[in-house]
């Protein structure tokens, strides 16, 4: 099965997908991503004791603005009212990992999966800038949509969950 790439014309150049003519749904995306730490930055972030401040509650609304400007960074993305968006968060101490789980939903003619891996990345990137410098070998990795229900492809959940 060949699948289309609806982003470009019949002459190759690039377009924004005209969605004008579809009805709107609810449409919700989830999306998660990983940042490994070392133990000093796991300490100082759960004791709230790194310089920059609340390094969990400062990303949280990081990635929720990055969710708001999906379509000023990623070139063909709609602008999309969107109708909710939460950033949680996962801590596994012993891992010394903290997973992000971006949830974004809207009512409209396309999907907000862009949207919520926007808004973990985001989220993952403030996290790095708040602790680097207590260590730069920090790693972000494991971005992916979880999930996203809605729209004419219907409901997906990653098989590799």
Do not use: W
């Not at 070392?38 to 969710?67: F, P, Q, S």
């Not at 973990?120 to 996290?127: F, Q």
Request: charged share 25%; aromatic share 2%.
């Amino acid at each position: 099965m060949e699948t289309k790439l609806n982003h470009f014309d019949k002459k190759g150049n690039a377009v924004m997908v005209d969605v004008s003519g579809k009805m709107p749904a609810s449409r919700t995306a989830v999306a998660k991503g990983v940042i490994r730490v070392n133990d000093m930055v796991m300490r100082a972030i759960m004791e709230g004791t790194v310089k920059k401040g609340d390094v969990l509650g400062v990303a949280r609304v990081a990635g929720i603005m990055g969710v708001k400007q999906t379509s000023s960074l990623i070139p063909m993305c709609h602008p999309l009212m969107i109708q909710k968006c939460s950033v949680d968060f996962e801590i596994d101490e012993r891992e010394l990992s903290i997973t992000a789980v971006c949830t974004v939903k809207t009512e409209g003619q396309t999907g907000v999966e862009m949207e919520a891996l926007t808004g973990v990345s985001i989220t993952l990137l403030t996290i790095y800038d708040m602790c680097k410098a207590l260590d730069k070998s920090m790693e972000i990795g494991s971005v992916h949509l979880v999930e996203k229900i809605g729209g004419k492809s219907g409901h997906y959940v990653n098989p590799k969950q």
